[in-house]
């Protein structure tokens, strides 16, 4: 069975800090990695997605994350966060044991960004 | 459509009632997702369509939940005799293909409360 852990449901980080959202997965084949991205009152965007070849993989609004099979993990930077950062992300995963026809999703984190 | 349309936005519902939630999914689109986002729970996956294939039902929470698609296209979201813990935003998606490579194109919800 597919499962996806969001360790942290919030997170606040000071304008012009390091974010890190961190993401574990559960998978007994290889998945496929997203993150999504919710402002409020919004539907979810896609962030950035890892399905096969480079593990570091760039998204929009200078997000990037990093497929690290040996630990598991799929977790969210930006090297400098801004004001318009804050929201919910949610990380997700699919796998051929699903048949890769549906995301499973964690619990979200929300980002907090203070001047 | 150029995205995901669900209506209506937001639904206020006595207990005990039914309600219909609509999706209208991207033209073209053969997959269509349903999903429950309640607060703090993240997004809980709940039916798939995909083409003229028997859907995939695996987490409609209860028999008062049930879902239709007409035609490939719009979809139908169905809670029979609504209860206080059926309040929460549900979220339609869509993708092109069963296969999820590219992630899904979300719209923006419907806000379900009863009261």
């Known amino acids: 069975a597919q499962s996806v852990t969001q360790l942290g449901s919030h997170v606040s980080v000071s304008e012009g800090a390091l974010v890190l959202l961190r993401c574990n997965y559960s998978s007994s084949v290889p998945p496929y990695l997203f993150w999504y991205v919710q402002y409020p009152n919004q539907g979810l965007q896609l962030l950035l997605k890892y399905t096969t070849g480079a593990t570091l993989v760039k998204g929009i609004n200078g997000f990037e994350a990093e497929f690290k099979k040996s630990e598991t993990s799929f977790h969210l930077t930006k090297p400098s966060a801004h004001m318009s950062d804050a929201a919910e992300y949610f990380c997700?995963?699919?796998?051929?044991?699903?048949?890769?026809?549906?995301?499973?999703f964690g619990a979200g984190t929300r980002l907090a960004v203070h001047p | 459509g150029a995205g995901v349309s669900q209506s209506p936005s937001n639904k206020v519902t006595e207990k005990g009632k039914d309600v219909e939630l609509r999706c209208d999914p991207i033209s073209g689109h053969t997959a269509l997702y349903w999903y429950r986002q309640s607060l703090g729970q993240g997004l809980e996956f709940l039916i798939y369509?995909?083409?003229?294939?028997?859907?995939?039902k695996s987490g409609l929470p209860s028999d008062r939940f049930s879902a239709e698609r007409t035609g490939g296209s719009v979809s139908t979201l169905t809670i029979q005799r609504t209860q206080q813990e059926d309040s929460a935003v549900y979220l339609c998606?869509?993708?092109?293909?069963?296969?999820?490579?590219?992630?899904?194109?979300f719209g923006s919800g419907t806000r379900l409360t009863v009261v």
């Open positions: 998606a869509s993708s092109l293909v069963p296969v999820v490579t590219g992630g899904y194109t």
């Open positions: 997700a995963v699919s796998s051929r044991a699903g048949g890769y026809n549906k995301l499973i």
């Open positions: 369509f995909q083409g003229n294939s028997a859907p995939d």
